[in-house]
């Protein structure tokens, strides 16, 4: 059955600081990875998402994803981080029937 | 566009009683699932639909029915409500599952049930 894991479970990073947030996943078949994000009391946008192709996936606010196969891994990350980049992030697998990760909490020093 | 839209926002049950939470997109999208989030439990699915007259069961589906009468239309039903389905729910649609298309999201209803 597919699934995800987000190791951690909270992350703090300075500002301007980089960020790499981690989700190893479990798919029978050519995984189709998403990551989104979640502001507090909010629903979730999409960040960026995998389907195909270039491996190194560009998504929006800066952020990014690389797709390997051979770890199993759709690590999210950011060159510099700012203080509004504080969220939950949860990465997922699947299409019709998908499974999200339990969420990596972000908080941002100043 | 209003986009996805949820009612109600906040909502307090008894055990057993019964509700419906509305789920209504504009965009005439065909996919629409329903989801919990639970703390450290990330999201998971309950119910989705690939289009009007079609659903299916995710991850969590007991307790839980839906129907899919209209394209914009996806309503969450729970027959009789336990404590342990007091959580947050979010809707969401995309415009074609096949496609793996972005899913958008709801706002979300806050459910607890005593």
């Known amino acids: 059955a597919q699934s995800v894991t987000q190791p951690d479970i909270h992350i703090t990073v300075s500002e301007g600081a980089s960020l790499e947030l981690r989700c190893n996943y479990s798919y029978g078949a050519t995984p189709y990875l998403f990551w989104y994000v979640q502001s507090p009391g909010q629903g979730l946008q999409l960040l960026l998402k995998y389907f195909s192709g270039d491996t190194l996936v560009q998504g929006i606010k800066g952020f990014e994803a690389e797709f390997k196969r051979s770890q199993s891994s759709f690590n999210l990350r950011k060159p510099s981080v700012h203080w509004s980049d504080a969220a939950e992030y949860f990465c997922?697998?699947?299409?019709?029937?998908?499974?999200f990760g339990a969420g990596t909490r972000l908080t941002v020093k100043p | 566009n209003a986009g996805v839209t949820q009612t109600p926002k906040f909502q307090v049950l008894k055990t057993g009683q019964s509700m419906t939470l509305q789920c209504a997109q504009d965009?005439?999208?065909?996919?629409m699932s329903w989801y919990r989030q639970d703390p450290g439990m990330g999201l998971r699915l309950i119910h989705y639909s690939v289009g009007a007259g079609i659903t299916d069961q995710g991850e969590v589906p007991n307790g839980y029915n839906v129907s899919r009468s209209t394209t914009e239309d996806f309503p969450l039903r729970l027959l009789s409500a336990a404590p342990s389905q007091t959580s947050v729910y979010f809707c969401a649609s995309s415009y074609s599952s096949r496609n793996y298309n972005e899913q958008f999201f709801g706002p979300g209803t806050r459910l607890t049930v005593l």
């Open positions: 997922a697998v699947g299409a019709n029937d998908m499974r």
């Open positions: 965009m005439n999208h065909e996919y």
